[in-house]
């Protein structure tokens, strides 16, 4: 798990880096939660999912964005942090030509900046969102959404409620072939205290799914 520093658009970027055995294997990115609120890419969650990805045969990254930890720069809105996102996963894909796909996994913060990233960029193919919080997020970007991935909520979520964030992706339109699927976890808070463990399950289950069936996409250019 070494780390990994690389030009980022406002200074350096500090991140963690597994490379997987197969020089074709796809490629991961995982996003932590909010600058701002303590969030860093030691959070737990966002760690767990970096090896939950790692152990299915992905390359997979996660880093700091600007100025958290070693990163350079400051909190910039979100939309510096989308900047920092685009161009981690450019240097994702140059340590793995090969890559056949890319997913992206973002918590709360995280996930606000990965929707916005896959939107941007085709190879993405697959999502999971954790505490996606539409009352402090707009996601009215998702027209139409052009990835199929889950949406993850805890029940007892005092910062956004469930239903919220369920109504919003229910209403987000898809490109043909594409769901957003919403899951809850009963009891769970924003930050899946104590529920840690069935979080990565409904994840996990989630990609073993779905790697089962053919990918979405196409080739990196």
């Given at each position: 798990m070494?780390?990994?520093?690389?030009?980022?658009p406002?200074?350096?970027?500090?991140?963690?880096?597994?490379?997987?055995?197969?020089?074709?294997?796809?490629?991961?990115?995982?996003?932590?939660?909010?600058?701002?609120f303590?969030?860093?890419?030691?959070?737990?969650?966002?760690?767990?999912?970096?090896?939950?990805?790692?152990?299915?045969?992905?390359?997979?990254?996660?880093?700091?964005?600007?100025?958290?930890?070693?990163?350079?720069?400051?909190?910039?809105?979100?939309?510096?942090?989308?900047?920092?996102?685009?161009?981690?996963?450019?240097?994702?894909?140059?340590?793995?030509p090969?890559?056949?796909?890319?997913?992206?996994?973002?918590?709360?913060?995280?996930?606000?900046?990965?929707?916005?990233?896959?939107?941007?960029?085709?190879?993405?193919?697959?999502?999971?969102?954790?505490?996606?919080?539409?009352?402090?997020?707009?996601?009215?970007?998702?027209?139409?959404?052009?990835?199929?991935?889950v949406?993850?909520?805890?029940?007892?979520?005092?910062?956004?409620?469930?239903?919220?964030?369920?109504?919003?992706?229910a209403?987000?339109?898809?490109?043909?072939?594409?769901?957003?699927?919403?899951?809850?976890?009963?009891?769970?808070?924003?930050?899946?205290?104590?529920?840690e463990?069935?979080?990565?399950?409904k994840?996990?289950?989630?990609?073993?799914?779905?790697?089962?069936?053919?990918?979405?996409?196409?080739?990196?250019?």
């Amino acid at each position: 798990m070494p780390e990994i520093i690389f030009p980022g658009p406002d200074g350096r970027i500090e991140g963690r880096y597994q490379k997987a055995r197969a020089d074709n294997a796809p490629i991961a990115m995982i996003l932590h939660p909010h600058p701002q609120f303590g969030g860093t890419m030691n959070d737990k969650i966002t760690y767990e999912m970096y090896h939950m990805f790692a152990r299915r045969g992905f390359s997979v990254m996660r880093f700091n964005f600007r100025g958290v930890g070693k990163s350079e720069g400051e909190y910039d809105q979100g939309q510096g942090e989308l900047s920092d996102a685009a161009t981690a996963l450019d240097y994702l894909q140059q340590m793995n030509p090969a890559a056949p796909f890319a997913w992206v996994a973002g918590f709360s913060f995280g996930a606000y900046v990965g929707m916005q990233l896959l939107m941007r960029r085709p190879e993405i193919v697959g999502f999971i969102s954790i505490s996606a919080a539409a009352n402090l997020f707009d996601f009215s970007f998702l027209a139409p959404c052009p990835s199929s991935g889950v949406v993850i909520h805890g029940s007892e979520d005092k910062i956004c409620p469930p239903s919220l964030t369920r109504d919003v992706m229910a209403k987000t339109r898809t490109q043909k072939g594409r769901r957003i699927e919403f899951d809850v976890i009963d009891g769970a808070d924003h930050f899946f205290s104590k529920h840690e463990e069935q979080l990565l399950d409904k994840a996990a289950g989630y990609l073993d799914r779905r790697l089962q069936e053919p990918p979405e996409g196409h080739l990196f250019d």
